[in-house]
C-alpha cells in the first residue's frame, strides 16, 4: 500500500472526546474505499447490518480484501468485528449495501454457495464436531466434493501434519489448539480462494496462539487470501498486509499493519486495550 492509500477512516471514533466525522468526511471515506477497491477479491459497500429489526450493529460498513492478501479486523468490545465477518459469509441479514466476490454480488447468499464460490470460514465457537474423528471432520468439510477428499486431505494435512497423524482420533478429545487446527483444515477442504477466521487464538494458550498465527501466514503462503478477526490486535497486526479498526459498527482507521501498529491514535484509543478483551456476541 502506497502513502496515497492509507486510509484513516473516520480519525474521530464515535465514542472518543473530539466530535465525530462530517458528512463530508463521511463522503470523502467512502469515495476513498471505492477506488481502492476497484478490483478487490470481496468487497463490502456501505453495510447495514444486524441481528435484530431495527437495531444495526453495522453502519455503513466499507470493507475490501485484494487477491493474496492478510486483513486483520480489530476494535473494542462491540465494535461489529465478528458481525462484519458473519455478515461477508451470509449469516447476518443485510438491510442494505452489499457484498461481492470477485465482482459477484453474494450479499446474503446461504453458506453452501458461498463454499462453493470459494470462501471458508471458521466460526469462534462450536466448530468442529466432537463426537467425530478428525478425518470424519475434513469429510464434512469437503461433503460436496467426496472424490476430492484424499487429494485436499493430503495438502491440509501438509499444513497442519497433526491432523494425519491423529486422523482417527475424536475432536472431543483434542485440546483448544488442536480443535483449532481441526476446523481450519476442515474450512481449507474446499480449496477455499479465501478463508474467514474469527478469533481464531482466542482461549488459546500462548504457545498455540504462536502456532495458529504462523499456520495462518502458512495458509496465506499456500495461496489463499485471509480475512482474520483477532482479540490479540497487536500479533494481528504484525501479521497482516493491511488493517480496518472497528469502532460502532464503522471503519475508525484503515492502514497497513504495520503502521496501525505505530499510529499514535490507534494506541492510545484501542491497542492500550485490546489485549485479552474478547469481542461481545
Known sequence: MTDSEATPADSTPADSA???????????????????????LVRADDLVAGYLPGVNILEDCNFFLRDGEIVGIIGPNGAGKSTLLK??????????????????DITSKPAHVLVQKGLGYVPQTNNVFPALTIEENLEMGIYLRPKKFAERFAFVSELFPLLAERRKVKAGSLSGGERQ????????????????????????????????????????????????VEQNARRCLQICDRGYVLDQGRNAYTDTGPRLMNDPKVIELYLGTLAGSREKK
Open 87 to 104: 455478515t461477508l459469509f451470509g449469516l447476518i441479514p443485510v438491510r442494505s449495501g452489499t457484498v461481492t466476490l470477485r465482482g459477484d
Open 181 to 228: 487446527m481441526v476446523a481450519m483444515g476442515r474450512a481449507l477442504m474446499m480449496d477455499p480462494s479465501v478463508l474467514l477466521l474469527d478469533e481464531p487464538s482466542a482461549g488459546l494458550s500462548p504457545m498455540f496462539q504462536d502456532e495458529v498465527f504462523i499456520r495462518c501466514k502458512a495458509i496465506n503462503a499456500a495461496g489463499v487470501s485471509v480475512i482474520m
Open 18 to 40: 473530539g466530535p465525530g466525522p462530517t458528512p463530508a468526511e463521511r463522503a470523502a471515506t467512502r469515495d476513498a474505499h471505492r477506488e481502492l477497491a476497484e478490483d478487490a
